[in-house]
């Protein structure tokens, strides 16, 4: 396969470089991904500044913008011929429930599979900012490759791909989750810059709030590799009938 494999951690990122090792083994591989960490980018385009390309010393392509500015890039420019799915991650730490709003790691499998490519996000679940079997992550991807060959996704459609940090070995299997849900909570900081003005630090993630059975919260607590398929169309179809009897007055 043609692979296009971006993230959000940034081209030197641990689990994208274990990722790029594990899929060229078997297939071709172009990395376009951030020059720096773009956590929390979401869908972010790069508009008031141009985007700039490095190649670095692995061959990879270090890009001065966010991660859907990478797979833009990397489709149109960097590419010789399109790619047959686009790959984000792995990136380290959870991508669960509301945290596919803001992050760019699904953003980047988003922005694939809306210029028209299959496209699936894989995420580390370690504990704070620590992750260590990222060789788990890679070989779920790799086996979930070979499924999509004859299983091709439904147009519109992502996988969101959660894996527990833990060895091959201690895996209790795969399981088909929806998104959860986090507790809205006030996580900001305040504080103080060294000339006594106000800031605000966004601080830890909150937990889970809706971690019931079916969700990719209970799938990885319970040492399950969770699998989400996540619609592009964000269409609520099911406020159709709702919101065109009221519009009917206006």
Not at 78 to 90: F, L, N, S, Y
Not at 211 to 233: L, R
Request: charged share 20%.
């Amino acid at each position: 396969m043609n692979i296009l494999l971006s993230n959000d951690d940034g081209y030197f990122a641990p689990g994208l470089n274990c990722l790029y090792q594990y899929l060229a083994r078997e297939h071709q591989v172009t990395v376009v991904a951030p020059d720096r960490n773009c956590s929390g980018a979401s869908n972010s385009l790069t508009l008031e500044v141009p985007i700039r390309v490095k190649e670095t010393e692995q061959g990879f392509h270090s890009v001065t913008g966010t991660p859907t500015d990478c797979v833009h890039v990397g489709t149109y420019h960097i590419m010789q011929e399109a790619p047959d799915i686009v790959i984000a991650g792995i990136n380290t730490g959870a991508n669960l429930g509301d945290d596919v709003l803001y992050s760019g790691t699904v953003a980047a499998a988003m922005e694939g599979r809306s210029l028209g490519f299959p496209a699936i996000a894989v995420s580390l679940l370690g504990r704070g900012h620590q992750c260590r079997h990222y060789e788990t992550a890679a070989q779920a991807v790799v086996r979930i490759l070979e499924r999509l060959k004859d299983n091709p996704l439904p147009s519109d459609n992502i996988l969101n791909v959660n894996v527990p940090d833990l060895p091959p070995e201690e895996i209790a299997g795969y399981r088909l989750t929806r998104l959860g849900s986090r507790h809205r909570a006030d996580t900001i900081v305040p504080a103080e810059d060294p000339k006594g003005r106000r800031v605000y630090w966004l601080g830890p993630t909150p937990g889970a709030q809706d971690e019931s059975e079916g969700t990719d919260f209970h799938a990885v607590e319970n040492g399950y590799i969770s699998i989400t398929p996540i619609t592009v169309d964000l269409t609520a179809y099911d406020c159709f009938e709702q919101v065109g009897e009221w519009m009917s007055e206006l």
